[in-house]
């Protein structure tokens, strides 16, 4: 059933993604009445799972969940029509309009794709408002939960005061930055810090087999399970906090590691906190000082408010507050995203190794349903789109662009030949981009 859940957000929000781009080109090209052939959400190679034809326009599912498309008259596109090209243009077609208009129609894919993202982050500010904890008051600082951060210098209880120059004001903000961190500033034992991590520091995230977060809130030892055979189902319950082992305080569960080694075969008292009372049991550890109880490294919002650990801070905006916080965000990931691009085309980051396909896109969906996490996703998939749909590759709306441009500036149209070998090279980049990005998400699933 969550593998159901997962893939009903991944196609609904790929779909969304896709009607809304193409009905971007859609638009201005039937304004500036020029004729549009096709409307298809995904790929019909060969055959429809469905189409129907209304006014001149075919509207159609296709098979191939791997994009869609609109075939416009009098373009050099996907289509590769070259029969229509080598006939005398019309004036519906898309080559007898005027560069300016042209440059509409190229742009109104990538136009819907910012504008839907600041749209769904100002209606999530007004639905959801602000949920965060205040950085200042981790007082003890953070939990590193991944060997790589831990390598790169960073170490649990540091408080994080910056990354990369900008001060982190709140704890929700500090996992992402650190990922692409260069260079960071933390308070250790009352003295400032500052961390540079190595250049490569995305790929050896990705290499430390860690698959939760970077750094986490340090929380209590709250026992969530047991492991299979393990001694300790009778005297535990889930749900109990540890809070002393053998007469020493346990405050947090990122320090047992360090006391639980030295109880090789032992059985140990322990204070626990279970419905708000105390009570005193024991725990069993096997040769390998393993006592068979799993506990999380994260605990929901709620439940840190029972516990009295940390304030949740919330603040809820009205519609008009909301819209300049939207866009706000908005123009945060615009920035961030276009970042993340610059990172990955630098060789020495590794970071290209990282670059994921459909399954990378697939495995951001949680496997519950959240409108929450569902609209979350899709905005940064829509500024995802609208900036790797800019790149001046030819066959991506960014190629068309860039030849646009290069008509309205110099008043030289290319020719029809060039555009069409022009298609044909963004064609051979695209499809290579697609089985690098997606030959890594096979590679990794079979490295696991």
């Not at 060969?46 to 326009?57: A, N, V």
């Not at 504008?115 to 939990?143: C, S």
């Not at 709620?302 to 519609?319: D, M, V």
């Not at 276009?338 to 697939?362: C, D, H, R, S």
Request: charged share 20%; proline share 4%; aromatic share 12%.
């Amino acid at each position: 059933m969550d593998i159901v859940i997962k893939l009903s957000q991944f196609l609904l929000s790929l779909s969304l993604l896709i009607i809304l781009h193409e009905l971007g080109h859609f638009i201005p090209a039937k304004l500036f009445k020029t004729r549009v052939e096709k409307f298809y959400l995904f790929f019909d190679v060969k055959y429809s799972l469905f189409k129907k034809q209304i006014g001149e326009t075919v509207y159609g599912i296709g098979w191939l969940p791997l994009g869609g498309y609109v075939k416009i008259s009098g373009m050099i596109d996907e289509s590769m029509d070259k029969e229509q090209m080598a006939l005398p243009p019309q004036p519906w077609e898309f080559r007898s309009k005027p560069a300016w208009q042209r440059l509409i129609i190229m742009l109104g894919g990538v136009t819907v794709n910012f504008i839907l993202a600041f749209i769904i982050y100002i209606g999530m500010a007004f639905v959801y408002g602000d949920t965060y904890v205040a950085n200042a008051d981790l007082k003890d600082g953070i939990w590193v939960t991944n060997p790589a951060i831990e390598k790169a210098g960073i170490q649990t209880g540091d408080k994080i005061i910056a990354v990369n120059g900008k001060k982190m004001d709140r704890y929700n903000d500090i996992a992402k930055n650190l990922y692409m961190g260069k260079e960071v500033t933390v308070e250790r034992n009352n003295e400032t810090k500052t961390i540079k991590f190595p250049i490569n520091i995305i790929n050896k995230i990705s290499n430390s087999g860690v698959k939760h977060s970077l750094v986490e809130m340090r929380i209590p030892f709250v026992v969530s399970g047991f492991q299979k055979g393990s001694p300790n189902t009778k005297t535990l319950q889930k749900a109990d906090i540890i809070t002393h082992v053998n007469g020493i305080p346990l405050k947090y569960a990122d320090e047992v590691s360090s006391q639980f080694k030295n109880f090789s075969g032992k059985t140990v008292p322990v204070t626990i906190k279970r419905d708000n009372k105390i009570i005193q049991t024991t725990i069993k550890f096997n040769n390998k000082s393993q006592a068979g109880i799993e506990y999380p490294h994260r605990l929901p919002y709620s439940n840190l408010e029972k516990l009295n650990l940390y304030k949740i801070n919330r603040e809820q905006y009205t519609f008009a507050e909301s819209i300049p916080i939207g866009i706000r965000t908005g123009a945060n990931g615009l920035v961030e995203y276009a970042g993340q691009l610059k990172t990955i085309f630098n060789p020495k980051t590794e970071a290209y190794k990282e670059v994921g396909g459909f399954a990378a896109i697939f495995n951001i969906f949680p496997e519950f349903w959240s409108w929450e996490a569902f609209w979350s996703i899709t905005a940064l998939l829509s500024i995802m789109l609208g900036v790797m749909n800019l790149l001046p590759i030819p066959a991506l709306d960014g190629g068309h662009v860039m030849f646009l441009l290069y008509e309205i500036i110099s008043g030289k149209k290319p020719s029809d030949k060039f555009l069409e070998n022009a298609q044909m090279v963004g064609f051979v980049i695209l499809i290579a981009l697609l089985l690098f990005a997606n030959g890594n998400d096979i590679y990794k699933a079979i490295m696991k």
